[in-house]
């Protein structure tokens, strides 16, 4: 089953009073590249969560995003600088001794005193967050291939049916051949008479053409390796791997031997059906760039 390089995918789970959010979107590319964006107190997840993504994709560029929110209210500690109210409180004590002030120094005072009253926010683990990360990237790794996947369903049959028409296209070369064999031995023939009656045969010119039709007339080899070819590519489209480099060099393969049947048999008929190739070997190479 082939498989597209691109998609998306998205993913949420929750836990720990956090709530996490993954999406994936995957495009064309030469290899495999995994580019990650999240917070950075979460930056220690990264590597692991770029190992998971690569056990499904194997071929594309992936560009991830992690966020998380708090998923319910959570109230900041208060702490009471104990210290340093003890030094306000002595201070104070001091100078109203010294200016012989009267009162008392309240706590209310106290507390209005810079650093005496401090929040902080609770303190997290980021390694309890993994299992909900984990869960979120799970969910959003598996749409990302379900989309892959049913693109990549679409591909094929796309292919396969372009492959079917160039299978057609090669049976009329092959049923044309012999008749271009025929037309040429009688050109042979034409130019054979006309150097006969011109005077003695040359020799050497007279192999030389025959090497030359044995040449061009025969184009037997590259038919048969054009059916190979055609055979090897329905054999990857059904394949479960990665196939988008293999086809790529099928493709290769096949428009140098559609070209070499272009340039050997010279005919009109098979030229038309050799452009028409030519055609559907393009399109199918624009959709293989598509496929992991």
Same mark, same amino acid.
């Given at each position: 089953?082939?498989?597209?390089?691109?998609?998306?995918?998205?993913?949420?789970?929750?836990?720990?009073?956090?709530?996490?959010?993954?999406?994936?979107?995957?495009?064309?590319?030469?290899?495999?590249?995994?580019?990650?964006?999240?917070?950075?107190?979460?930056?220690?997840?990264?590597?692991?969560?770029?190992?998971?993504?690569?056990?499904?994709?194997?071929?594309?560029?992936?560009?991830?995003?992690?966020?998380?929110?708090?998923?319910?209210?959570?109230?900041?500690?208060?702490?009471?600088?104990?210290?340093?109210?003890?030094?306000?409180?002595?201070?104070?004590?001091?100078?109203?001794?010294?200016?012989?002030?009267?009162?008392?120094?309240?706590?209310?005072?106290?507390?209005?005193?810079?650093?005496?009253?401090?929040?902080?926010?609770?303190?997290?683990?980021?390694?309890?967050?993994?299992?909900?990360?984990?869960? %979120?990237?799970?969910? @959003?790794?598996?749409? +990302?291939?379900?989309? !892959?996947? *049913?693109?990549? $369903?679409? &591909?094929?049959?796309?292919?396969?049916?372009?492959?079917?028409?160039?299978?057609?296209?090669?049976?009329?070369?092959?049923?044309?051949?012999?008749?271009?064999?025929?037309?040429?031995?009688?050109?042979?023939?034409?130019?054979? %008479?006309?150097?006969? @009656?011109?005077?003695? +045969?040359?020799?050497? !010119?007279? *192999?030389?053409? $025959?090497? &030359?039709?044995?040449?061009?007339?025969?184009?037997?080899?590259?038919?048969?390796?054009?059916?190979?070819?055609?055979?090897?590519?329905?054999?990857?489209?059904?394949?479960?791997?990665?196939?988008?480099?293999?086809?790529?060099?099928?493709?290769?393969?096949?428009?140098?031997?559609?070209?070499?049947?272009?340039?050997?048999?010279?005919?009109?008929?098979?030229?038309?059906?050799?452009?028409?190739?030519?055609?559907?070997?393009?399109?199918?190479?624009?959709?293989?760039?598509?496929?992991?």
């Amino acid at each position: 089953m082939l498989t597209s390089m691109t998609g998306f995918g998205r993913g949420e789970a929750a836990g720990g009073g956090k709530k996490f959010t993954v999406e994936l979107k995957a495009v064309n590319h030469r290899y495999c590249e995994i580019v990650l964006r999240l917070p950075r107190n979460m930056v220690s997840l990264e590597e692991r969560a770029r190992r998971q993504i690569q056990t499904a994709v194997r071929r594309g560029r992936v560009d991830g995003y992690i966020s998380l929110e708090d998923a319910a209210e959570q109230s900041p500690l208060v702490k009471v600088d104990k210290g340093l109210a003890g030094s306000y409180y002595k201070a104070m004590k001091e100078l109203q001794a010294e200016l012989a002030l009267p009162g008392e120094v309240s706590p209310t005072w106290l507390f209005g005193m810079p650093g005496v009253l401090v929040t902080e926010e609770p303190a997290t683990d980021v390694e309890e967050w993994w299992p909900f990360v984990q869960q %979120a990237l799970t969910a @959003a790794v598996d749409g +990302l291939m379900s989309m !892959r996947r *049913a693109e990549g $369903a679409r &591909l094929q049959v796309d292919l396969l049916e372009r492959l079917a028409r160039i299978e057609e296209l090669t049976r009329q070369i092959e049923a044309r051949s012999p008749q271009v064999v025929k037309e040429y031995h009688t050109r042979l023939k034409q130019r054979l %008479a006309e150097w006969l @009656a011109g005077g003695p +045969l040359d020799e050497a !010119r007279l *192999a030389t053409e $025959a090497a &030359l039709f044995a040449e061009r007339s025969n184009i037997n080899e590259e038919v048969v390796r054009l059916y190979s070819h055609l055979a090897q590519m329905r054999n990857f489209l059904a394949a479960e791997e990665a196939v988008g480099r293999k086809l790529d060099f099928l493709l290769q393969e096949m428009n140098r031997e559609i070209n070499t049947i272009a340039s050997k048999a010279g005919d009109l008929e098979i030229g038309r059906a050799v452009v028409e190739v030519k055609s559907e070997l393009e399109k199918i190479r624009e959709q293989v760039q598509n496929i992991e």
